[in-house]
């Protein structure tokens, strides 16, 4: 199940993850700066992780013992998911623009 379609980043429209992730700017401290997309939901919504990774292109099929949800196509399966205290954010999708929300 393992797919990524990086290629194809510009043909991506990012709208699309809106409804589960939000982006948040960053400091620009040097020249290059790039945001973060954040997971609007915590640790216990499997339903939204599901969701959004059955539309996102960017979803990696992480290692077995790193999954944590029963169905394989999950964000919270996703080896692009960085996890923070009370959810994750997604270093798969792009971060030079942010989405129009």
Same mark, same amino acid.
């Given at each position: 199940m393992k797919r990524s379609n990086h290629s194809l980043l510009q043909e991506f429209d990012d709208s699309i993850m809106t409804p589960w992730f939000t982006y948040v700017p960053a400091i620009q401290s040097s020249t290059v700066a790039a945001g973060r997309w954040i997971f609007r939901f915590d640790n216990n919504h499997l339903l939204?992780?599901?969701? /959004? /990774?059955?539309?996102?292109?960017?979803? #990696?099929?992480? &290692?077995? &013992?790193?999954? #944590? &949800?029963?169905?394989?196509?999950?964000?919270?399966?996703?080896?692009?998911?960085?996890?923070?205290? &009370?959810?994750?954010?997604?270093?798969?999708l792009p971060v030079n623009k942010p989405l129009a929300e």
């Open positions: 939204q992780s599901r969701q /959004a /990774a059955k539309v996102c292109q960017y979803f #990696i099929e992480d &290692d077995e &013992d790193e999954m #944590i &949800d029963d169905v394989l196509l999950s964000c919270f399966n996703c080896m692009q998911r960085r996890w923070l205290v &009370d959810g994750f954010e997604c270093v798969g």
